[in-house]
Structures are given as structure tokens and as C-alpha cells.
């Protein structure tokens, strides 16, 4: 069995469709996945079906070449940290960004029982107005 970082590092380092794929295989059927306050997706979204019409069908709508761009991982048994920058053009404004963001995730019998999201929403926002 792959370990809790290499689990997640599949989920970042493909391409959008593979990352998706990867996310689909590992995703705890009840999963708890919370995006930051003051981000454009903020709140916590409980089971697949919900984070998927709420963060990720969205995402791929309203944002042109959107990004989460890992460039360090911190593991500690069944917690995973990765931390990035986002980056992507917003339709509705032609504005593109650049975000500093840090996702944990917690880590159960192989599948992501929670992810809770930290991000610079400010460069975010300037992209939206």
C-alpha cells in the first residue's frame, strides 16, 4: 500500500485529469473538505457529491487554466500537508492571480477523510472584482 504522501502527491502532480482521477479513487465517501473563509467556495462541503457540485464543478466553470501548483509536502502518519500556489484567469473578469495556499489533510484506511484549506483569499478576490 502507497504511503498518506504519496497518496496526495497523486492528487497535485498529474494532469488535471489524472488529479482527478486520483482524487476520485481516494476520497472518503463522507468527506469533509472545508475551503477558507473569503475564499469564493468558502465552507465545508460533507460527501462527494456535495464537494464536487460545491468546489470542483465550479472551478472548472469559472476559471480559465486554474491551478494548485505543490512545491512542498509535510507527512506525519495520518496527516498530510501541501503547501502551493494557485493560480488561473477568471472568466467573468479576463483577471488572472497567483495565491499562496496550504491544504491538510486527514488521512483514513487510505482515502482523505478531511481537508481543511488555507489561502491568500486577498489575491484571489482581486482576480473576481
Known sequence: MSSNL???RRT???SSEENGRNLMAVLHPRVEW???EGFPYAGTYVGVEALMAGVFSRLAGEWID???QVHTYLA???RVAAFGIYSGTYKA????MQAAFAHLYDIEDGKILRM???VDTVMVAKALS
Open 93 to 96: 473578469t479576463g483577471k488572472s
Open 76 to 78: 506525519d502518519g495520518d
Open 116 to 118: 481543511t484549506q488555507y
Open 6 to 8: 504519496e497518496l496526495i
Open 34 to 36: 472545508t475551503e477558507a
Open 12 to 14: 497535485y502532480e498529474g
Open 66 to 68: 486554474y491551478r494548485a
